[in-house]
Nanobody, 121 residues
Framework: QVQLVESGGGLVQAGGSLRLSCAVS????????MGWYRQAPGKQRELVAT???????NYGDSVKGRFTISRDNANNTMYLQMNSLKAEDTAVYYC???????????????WGQGTQVTVSS
């Protein structure tokens, strides 16, 4: 049983801030790279940011300088701090993680259910 649950989405005005959280639970042996993706209606899912176990980060061009990804390895939780939000940031944001379960030697990608972020202009 592996579960990823996002929280923190909602409605915010342009220029505002929001912090998303992703909590991972279950029979987990290891969590490798984690990340955030987003998808707006009629558009393809796009990379927002990724972060390794050691804290190395990678950001999509559209969010560089505005968003910050972080993780708390002790609590199996990842965060996305979103500042200077724009209407173009409106999307469903998905948490993902590469996880090895205690019953497996293989790594698999797991996804959360998504959380809606709506930015009004």
């Amino acid at each position: 049983q592996v579960q990823l649950v996002e929280s923190g989405g909602g409605l915010v005005q342009a220029g505002g801030s929001l912090r998303l959280s992703c909590a991972v639970s279950g029979s987990i042996a290891s969590i490798n790279i984690m990340g955030w993706y987003r998808q707006a209606p009629g558009k393809q899912r796009e990379l927002v940011a990724t972060i390794t176990v050691g804290g190395t980060t990678n950001y999509g061009d559209s969010v560089k300088g505005r968003f910050t990804i972080s993780r708390d390895n002790a609590n199996n939780t990842m965060y996305l701090q979103m500042n200077s939000l724009k209407a173009e940031d409106t999307a469903v944001y998905y948490c993902t993680a590469k996880i090895r379960r205690v019953t497996s030697w293989s790594w698999y990608d797991y996804w959360g259910q998504g959380t809606q972020v709506t930015v009004s202009s």
